[in-house]
């Protein structure tokens, strides 16, 4: 009969990691409102936990958000683990309802090792409108790339929408997509690498609104593009 797995049959370098992932993400969850990019319980934080003794990624975990849990509740322990096809493994609360995407991302992107959904209201606005958002700035450049690309329209409830995310995300160098009529979701190396896409999704969001009010806003040539995002992802900082 198939043992139904626990976390108490990893070692104790995988349990170490876990408690260690537990931790970041709740603290991460603090960040979303810190920085208005969520009301009430919307939005969630994942990280991936990767097993150190097992280097194909088949035995990693994850740590995301128990579902519907206000943010001043969130706890290390109140995280939930799930296994990379978006089963519970550990915790006494129900997992987001947004599971299912995460999982989709990290079983499908390996370099991946953290995922982030809000639904602040700039970013939110252009995935109503179905468009990308142009890369006309700098600072859009230097993080994302290029463009913040439209995503397909997908209903919560199965793997459609981490789908769309992995579709659209394979064919750009941004790490955010905007899920068309329902908001960004950000990957990053970590998740405050995804926490910072996100920040910076909603900022880019907005300024490139303000622009369109005022006029008709530059793209930037490709070459410079590229020289400003090789520069910021390989130089930028300490
Ligand atoms: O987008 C949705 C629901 O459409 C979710 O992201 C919720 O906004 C947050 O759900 P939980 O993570 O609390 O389950």
């Known amino acids: 009969m198939n043992q139904q797995r626990t976390l108490e049959s990893y070692p104790q370098s995988m349990r170490d990691e876990v408690q260690r ?3 970041e993400v709740a603290d991460l969850h603090a ?15 994942s990280q991936r936990v990767r097993h150190p003794e097992v280097a ?19 706890t290390p322990e109140s995280m ?22 995460h999982a989709y991302t990290y079983e499908h992107m390996p370099e991946v090792g953290g995922v982030v959904h809000t639904h602040s ?9 179905g468009e990308d958002i142009p890369c006309v700035l700098t600072m859009m450049a230097d993080e994302f790339g290029g463009p913040i690309p439209i995503g397909p329209f997908a209903i919560i409830g199965d793997d459609s929408i981490g789908r769309g995310i992995v579709a659209t995300l394979r064919e750009s160098r941004s790490p955010a997509v905007l ?23 909603e900022e880019v969001a907005r300024t490139v609104h303000i622009a ?14 590229d020289s400003l995002y090789e520069r910021y992802q390989n130089v930028y900082g300490q």
């Open 212 to 225: 369109q009010q005022l006029g008709d806003p530059q793209p930037i040539d490709p070459t410079k593009i």
């Open 80 to 101: 939930v683990v799930c296994t990379l096809d978006g089963q519970l493994l550990e915790g006494e609360h129900a997992p987001s309802s947004d599971t299912a995407a």
């Open 56 to 74: 194909d990624g088949s035995q990693d975990l994850f740590v995301i958000k128990p579902s519907g849990v206000s943010y001043d509740d969130l």
């Open 31 to 45: 960040e979303l409102p810190r920085y208005e990019l969520v009301v009430w319980t919307a939005g969630n934080v």
């Open 121 to 129: 209201t700039y970013a939110t606005a252009w995935a109503a409108r």
């Open 179 to 201: 899920m068309a009529n329902h908001g960004p979701f950000t990957i990053g190396k970590d998740a405050r690498a995804a926490v910072k896409a996100a920040v910076m999704c």
């Open 21 to 23: 992932a537990r931790q």
